[in-house]
């Protein structure tokens, strides 16, 4: 049964946005990456630029292949195809051995194409017999939302360490779940929040934990696609939970939370579909929300289904802004800051701070191998997953109360993340 319904929704269907991938040794700041182990062999060359320019960090310095951690992709839908698997090529830590699908011929096509050999081809029955190949260390479960819970439980219990998609499930007793599997298997859980280790966000993080934009005020964002196909999993609640919410939505709340650091303590939720539109007779077409901060600081997103590609956001506090459009893409993104001009008081500065933009996927997974190479806890664990899908659980009962939720305050700032990504060697 299983197997069927992957065959069906598998991610293959959906996810076809924007691909292409930049040079392995492109630049990127320092705050995002994970230092090679003392064993690698290491390569330095002399500079060639003026202090004018910008640093370059030099040769990207991959780690051997015996020494990379083994990853099995679950799921051979856009995304994998389209972006994860052509990610090993810029890996410097993370090599694929393993590929796991419901349709056969794909699978050992795309190994063909990846070098994959048929021992490391699975499906989702033999997916268990993972625990009997010690060449893969981590799975990169793709597959449909209502399926992570299962799947993640499945690996953990094969002695795997589980990196998944986001959102993490569709409920949240669903990723306590796989919270206590991986916990129980003393295995990594890591959640697939590709623009947490990206460069433009990790600066925009870094500028607002040094107050370079005052204090944080308030943030808009906005995510959405023009959905096609009324069949696709996507648009079954089943598999999906939700429509545009947890699909795009998810990444405009999260970055309310990263950015600011903290957590929501109210949410009011607005959601809305089209009358006798096929693709939404299940899910929202759209939605729209309001976060509110312990400090003060509030957050307005939208979300839709139905809309031509809009991906941008905007930071904005006492003393500048920060602004992103695209802000949400795999690529593409461009970060605009606005502030008093130190240099001419009466005027103000609108700089464009471009950084190289290696595959993010390549960044995730190599700061996830290196979390299990050196026993770190990942930046962003099951708890940040869990904390995601909480808040929309509470969104949902917003919109459909009409009134809003009240959360619980948490603790501390960064409740939920594991350490930031180490910086480059």
């Given at each position: 049964?299983v ?26 700041p ?7 182990p ?5 390569v ?5 630029f ?14 051997p ?6 990853w ?15 990610a090993f090529g810029?890996?410097k ?8 699908s ?16 048929d ?12 625990k ?6 981590a799975?990169?479960?793709?597959l449909p939302?209502?399926m ?24 949240p007793?669903e ?8 916990k ?9 929040y590709?623009?947490?280790?990206e460069p433009?966000?990790?600066a ?6 040094n ?5 944080l ?16 999993w996507?648009?079954?609640k ?60 509030q957050?307005?997103?939208?979300s ?7 991906k941008d956001?905007r930071?904005?506090?006492?003393d500048?802004?920060a602004?992103m459009?695209?802000g ?11 502030m ?17 933009q ?10 996830f ?22 808040i ?6 917003s ?15 960064e409740?939920f993340?594991?350490?930031p ?5």
């Amino acid at each position: 049964m299983v197997d069927d319904a992957s065959r069906l929704w598998t991610r293959r269907r959906v996810l076809g946005a924007t691909g292409g991938l930049l040079t392995a040794g492109a630049w990127m700041p320092p705050v995002l990456a994970a230092a090679a182990p003392p064993s690698s062999p290491q390569v330095k060359l002399p500079g060639t630029f003026a202090k004018t320019e910008r640093e370059r960090p030099g040769p990207p310095n991959p780690q051997p292949e015996s020494e990379r951690v083994g990853w099995a992709v679950v799921g051979l839908g856009h995304l994998s195809l389209e972006e994860i698997l052509p990610a090993f090529g810029q890996s410097k830590r993370s090599k694929l051995v393993a590929l796991v699908s419901g349709d056969r011929a794909k699978a050992q096509a795309i190994a063909k194409q990846y070098g994959v050999s048929d021992k490391g081809l699975y499906d989702y029955t033999s997916f268990d017999q993972l625990k009997d190949n010690p060449e893969v260390q981590a799975v990169y479960i793709v597959l449909p939302n209502s399926m992570h819970a299962e799947f993640t439980v499945r690996a953990a219990q094969a002695g795997k360490h589980i990196f998944c998609e986001k959102p993490m499930a569709n409920t949240p007793a669903e990723c306590q779940q796989m919270i206590d599997a991986c916990k129980k298997a003393d295995r990594k859980l890591g959640i697939a929040y590709r623009l947490q280790y990206e460069p433009h966000h990790r600066a925009v993080i870094q500028m607002a934990r040094n107050k370079e934009l005052g204090t944080l005020k308030l943030f808009t964002a906005n995510n959405g696609q023009n959905q096609g196909e009324p069949n696709q999993w996507r648009h079954k609640k089943s598999l999906a939970g939700g429509g545009a919410l947890p699909d795009v939505g998810i990444y405009c709340l999260s970055a309310a939370r990263y950015f600011s650091g903290e957590e929501p303590t109210e949410v009011q939720g607005f959601s809305y579909s089209t009358p006798n539109d096929p693709r939404f007779k299940e899910v929202e077409e759209s939605f729209a929300f309001h976060l509110s901060f312990p400090s003060g600081f509030q957050a307005h997103c939208t979300s839709s289904y139905s809309t031509h590609e809009t991906k941008d956001l905007r930071l904005m506090g006492t003393d500048g802004w920060a602004a992103m459009d695209p802000g949400f893409s795999y690529n593409g993104l461009r970060l605009r800051v606005g502030m008093k001009s130190k240099s001419f008081p009466k005027a103000d500065d609108t700089v464009e701070r471009g950084f190289s933009q290696p595959s993010q996927f390549a960044r995730e997974m190599d700061h996830f191998s290196r979390c299990v190479q050196e026993n770190v806890v990942p930046h962003t664990p099951g708890e940040e997953g869990l904390a995601d899908v909480r808040i929309i659980e509470a969104l949902y009962r917003s919109a459909q109360d009409g009134k809003a939720v009240k959360l619980e305050a948490a603790k501390k700032l960064e409740a939920f993340r594991g350490p930031p990504p180490k910086e480059e060697g």
